[in-house]
């Protein structure tokens, strides 16, 4: 859970997982691209890469090869367990 | 100074001439053979045919594969060619088969999209450039 706030805490990632909602299964490039194009975000692709990596840790990403391609997929489920614990308290996540 | 060519390594190139000729709709400029299973192999646009031209190059260096596998994991495109309309060029190339990691996607001043060309490569295509 703690690995879920950390990584929702930064504005970059949030922005990551805003573009997979809009469509999921992203490569590295099509997220660069939408970053800049959409946010105005100019970090490098080695700096979007760390951020995909701490949102995967988190569980909140999860990659698929397609090919030989590396897409990446916006993960809910460790966003469930966040409504489960204040917004729907008393019912077992299990 | 001009640009005059530029090279995109291919597996197999007389595969890729029938790619880059059949389906994308570029013609052959010079097929000239140079030794083993090798050619001076180059396409133009038939809509820029004094344009520059497309080297379609043999990929046996040791240095491609490992050069060209990490930018495909990423989604990098190596090249960028040119359309009218890449939502109709995304849709003609489909129903050739040909595979896009990335859909027409728009960017706000240009739409662009990403395709494997079957010869070891991504290469996007826009609309504005």
Request: charged fraction near 25%.
């Amino acid at each position: 859970m703690t690995d879920v706030f950390k990584a929702l805490a930064d504005e970059t990632r949030r922005l990551i997982l805003d573009e997979l909602a809009t469509r999921d299964g992203q490569t590295l490039f099509e997220i660069c691209s939408l970053l800049i194009a959409r946010h105005g975000i100019n970090s490098s692709r080695q700096a979007i890469s760390q951020h995909l990596t701490v949102l995967e840790s988190a569980g909140l990403v999860t990659v698929q090869w397609r090919g030989r391609s590396k897409l990446h997929y916006l993960n809910r489920e460790p966003l469930a367990d966040l409504t489960q614990r204040w917004l729907n308290p008393g019912k077992d996540a299990s | 100074m001009k640009i005059h060519l530029t090279s995109v390594f291919v597996d197999d190139q007389r595969a890729a001439l029938d790619f880059y000729t059949d389906v994308l709709g570029f013609q052959a400029h010079h097929d000239i053979p140079i030794g083993d299973d090798a050619w001076w192999l180059t396409v133009v646009s038939p809509e820029q045919p004094d344009g520059a031209q497309l080297l379609l190059e043999p990929a046996g260096h040791p240095a491609v594969k490992p050069y060209r596998d990490a930018l495909v994991e990423d989604g990098i495109p190596l090249a960028q060619f040119g359309v009218d309309d890449v939502q109709s060029e995304y849709e003609r190339l489909t129903e050739r088969g040909v595979e896009f990691t990335q859909p027409p996607t728009d960017l706000g001043n240009v739409t662009m999209a990403v395709f494997d060309d079957t010869c070891g490569n991504l290469i996007q295509i826009v609309d504005r450039w």
